[in-house]
């Protein structure tokens, strides 16, 4: 059975003034997904809380591609239930689909057509009030302007990914799924990227995305590690942090004492007591596990756990 | 609904625009082999075969032939490359990609009805009146549309080109020996008279056939018309329904 990732009513509250609506964006409640021999998704429980960015982290084969289809209703589940946006994938999928926006893993463009084509071709099937202009500030978001008449045939792996990008969201959906949206996306162009989620998520879209980029994963509002098609762990990236190991190094002249805690928060205060603030510690070093350690960890443990 | 259509078929047709090649091959590779028909019958001349019996039905043959296996391949290729699931996610409904994929193809299946007509003429002077030659044009027409739709059906069933390829034989097989195209329906077994309902090529011969017998009216091609009609009708529902948007 999957580990149920559900937020507390206090880590809602600060969003809630804005939120009209105060259902969670998503809810799978103990979601299964057999391909033959394969569990893609093996008891999955989750819930997702509107207007914030949502990271679905794991290795190959962990699922998120399948979770993010069962999510539009691309993939049908074994059982399990799902509710997006109060709606059913699958039941609902008509109306669902004119609030989402999806990014697939590879992009998926028609690469005889070009830039604006492409983005004007899937702008259409929604109610746009001026697709022409809302094009235009795609290509630009995108950094494609210059290259907007140009065959996508043309364009290199990353720019694909940038137009592919911009089709997800040319109509400004509600929730956005995007499957690795970075990849191959140089780190400038990347930042804008992430300042302009943020603006989504500002204005009350809600963002889930799978990535394998943990420098990213920290700009996240939430986190779940997921593993053989169930969620590990799922809390803010500070909370997820916090579970790995911290190295103190506390120097007195040239000489300095390594010690190992596991909870900085709680335990650094003990551990820098024990030295009195002597005069004679000329230098502290606080280094933290970086998340793609703990979340290894977290995948290793867990594997072991299985094993056991 | 209208307007996501219009957005398939305008996409389809620049896209057709773009690929020359593609629109080119596809309007002289039907007029190369009614050339190579007139060269076939020039062998075989009267009183052995009467071409003016078969070249009709032959010339509607070639564009329900072609025209049904790109149209099979291309919503294929739209499959493997994923866009026809994208289109899905992104509020395309199964009528409108069908019918935008009818509309687009329909130009080029205009054009090669029309070439294909005019290529007989000029090969094999015919000499029918501007009337039946209209007729008879509606009739090629009509079954190329129809061809557009059983492409899309028979590529539903497929998940890539590799698997749609031997499905083009089987339906063209039908096609060429269940209509009536090569020899009288009512010579035929019994059971192959019960199965020519099943390809619209019988529907196409049966208006070509009543349409160039000596003294006919218009009137005359009228079951062929109408069972081309309720085929396609038919077919494109079918084609709706089994387009699928899941993995």
């Excluded at chain 1, 596991?262 to 024990?274: I, K, T, V, W």
């Excluded at chain 2, 620049?14 to 596809?26: K, Y």
């Excluded at chain 2, 209209?134 to 079954?143: G, N, S, T």
């Amino acid at each position: 059975m999957g580990c149920a990732c559900k937020q507390t009513p206090s880590s809602q509250a600060g969003r809630s003034a804005r939120q009209v609506n105060m259902n969670p964006a998503v809810t799978v409640t103990e979601l299964h997904k057999r391909y033959g021999a394969i569990h893609a998704l093996d008891g999955l429980s989750l819930e997702i809380e509107r207007g914030q960015i949502f990271g679905l982290l794991g290795a190959n084969g962990a699922g998120k591609t399948t979770l993010i289809k069962s999510l539009i209703g691309l993939t049908r589940p074994n059982s399990g239930t799902i509710q997006v946006l109060d709606l059913d994938p699958q039941a609902q999928k008509h109306a669902l689909r004119r609030q989402i926006g999806y990014m697939p893993q590879t992009p998926v463009l028609y690469d005889d057509l070009t830039a604006w084509e492409n983005l004007l071709f899937w702008g259409r099937a929604h109610p746009i009030p001026n697709i022409q202009q809302r094009v235009s500030e795609v290509l630009a978001f995108t950094g494609l302007a210059d290259r907007q008449h140009d065959p996508v045939y043309t364009f290199s792996g990353g720019m694909k990914q940038r137009l592919s990008l911009g089709c997800a969201l040319v109509h400004q959906p509600v929730l956005l799924l995007l499957d690795e949206p970075t990849t191959g996306v140089d780190p400038k162009l990347r930042e804008t990227f992430w300042a302009h989620f943020r603006e989504m998520t500002d204005a009350g879209a809600t963002i889930i995305l799978s990535t394998h980029q943990m420098d990213e994963a920290v700009y996240c509002d939430r986190l779940a590690v997921m593993r053989g098609g169930q969620v590990l762990a799922c809390d803010t990236p500070p909370a997820l942090l916090r579970r790995g190991r911290t190295t103190v190094k506390v120097w007195n002249g040239a000489e300095h004492q390594t010690e190992q805690i596991a909870d900085y928060a709680a335990e650094l205060p003990r551990l820098l007591s024990r030295y009195h603030l002597d005069p004679s510690v000329s230098r502290i070093e606080v280094e933290h596990e970086p998340l793609e350690k703990v979340v290894l960890d977290l995948i290793a443990s867990q594997e072991v756990n299985h094993v056991r | 609904m209208f307007a996501n259509t219009t957005a398939v078929a305008a996409r389809v047709l620049r896209q057709l625009r773009r690929d020359r090649r593609f629109v080119a091959i596809s309007l002289a590779m039907p007029v190369l082999i009614v050339y190579m028909l007139s060269l076939f019958f020039e062998g075989v001349e009267s009183p052995i075969v009467d071409p003016n019996k078969f070249v009709l039905p032959i010339g509607a043959f070639i564009v329900h032939f072609i025209t049904y296996a790109l149209c099979a391949i291309v919503l294929v290729r739209e499959r493997t490359g994923q866009t026809l699931g994208r289109m899905f996610i992104n509020g395309y409904r199964q009528i409108e990609i069908i019918g935008g994929y009818l509309i687009a193809y329909s130009l080029l299946s205009t054009m090669q009805s029309l070439i294909v007509l005019v290529g007989l003429e000029a090969l094999f002077q015919l000499g029918y009146s501007l009337g039946v030659y209209a007729a008879i044009y509606a009739v090629i027409w009509l079954l190329a549309v129809l061809s557009i739709a059983l492409g899309m059906f028979v590529s539903n069933f497929a998940r890539n080109e590799g698997q749609v390829f031997p499905m083009i034989p089987l339906v063209i097989m039908i096609s060429v020996f269940f209509s009536g195209m090569i020899l009288p329906i009512d010579r035929l077994p019994e059971i192959i008279q019960w199965m020519r309902f099943i390809t619209p090529m019988y529907y196409g011969t049966e208006g070509i056939q009543a349409l160039i017998k000596t003294g006919s009216t218009l009137s005359d091609a009228l079951p062929g018309i109408v069972g081309l009609l309720v085929y396609g009708v038919v077919l494109l529902v079918l084609a709706t329904a089994t387009l699928r948007e899941e993995d």
